[in-house]
């Protein structure tokens, strides 16, 4: 698996997903600049947390406006896997790449801590391997602008097309998330964007490995 992580000013889990992807696929993933137009031949690119232009309009917006955006969209368009995580889920959801709007958490307090996430659908890219309602994972949390909400007319759409990658667990939802939502899926299913960061729970040193999981969903797909 050829992986790509765009790097924008002001990412900071760049290194962080790409370790994640060193441990998953075995190979080193090509860092690539916000400013380059073009992605090297790879298969999955991710889009990682930070605060992308400091977070400046609303978080992901100028990202979303990136030169590099325009490959990512069309890697994506082509049926490849793309993952946003964090700062990467607010700039696809400013790209129009995923349905929703993510909001100030709703204690307006920076979350930073571990929280458990079950899986809603184990039907993407990301997630298969997993089972629906009963696959939970233990990965970190760390955002002020992560309270993800949709419409009701647009929830009924996720549900109704299994689109809910994960939701928090039962009392852990830590910045007033619509409906307990974690992560989602596009509709071509090969797109996944989530506010935990899965990359930095793939050591048992740094606290565990569950969210490994997600990167080798990948390898088996392949």
């Known amino acids: 698996m050829r992986a790509a992580i765009v790097v924008f000013p002001g990412s900071n889990r760049e290194r962080d997903m790409a370790l994640a992807c060193r441990r998953a696929f075995g ?3 090509e860092l690539v600049w916000h400013r380059d137009t073009t992605l090297p031949d790879v298969d999955f ?15 992901g917006a ?8 325009r490959a990512v969209i069309d890697h994506a368009a082509r049926g490849a896997p793309v993952l946003g995580v964090c700062n990467g889920f607010q700039i696809m959801i400013e790209a129009g790449m ?6 100030r958490n709703a204690t307006l307090n920076f ?3 571990n929280t458990t996430l079950v899986c809603a659908s184990g039907n993407s890219a990301f997630t298969r391997g997993m089972q629906a309602g009963e696959t939970a994972i233990t990965v ?3 955002h002020h602008d992560g309270g993800y909400f949709v419409t009701p007319d647009m929830l009924q759409v996720l549900e109704a097309e299994d689109r809910i990658a994960f939701r928090y667990a039962l009392g852990e939802n830590p ?3 619509t409906a307990d939502i974690a992560g989602v899926i596009n509709d071509g ?19 565990g490995t569950d969210g490994l999981a997600l990167f080798q969903s990948l390898l088996e797909a392949a």
Do not use: Q, W
Request: aromatic content about 4%; overall charge positive.
């Open 27 to 29: 190979k080193e993933p």
């Open 45 to 59: 690119v991710a889009l990682p947390g930070g605060f992308s232009y400091g977070d400046y309009l609303r978080p």
């Open 62 to 69: 100028i990202a979303a406006r990136a030169p590099i955006m």
């Open 98 to 103: 995923l349905p929703g709007a993510l909001l």
């Open 111 to 113: 979350v930073c801590k």
């Open 140 to 142: 970190p949390v760390a």
């Open 175 to 177: 910045n007033g998330s």
């Open 189 to 207: 299913r090969n797109v996944v964007g989530l506010m935990p960061h899965p990359e930095n729970a793939t050591d048992p040193l740094a606290g």
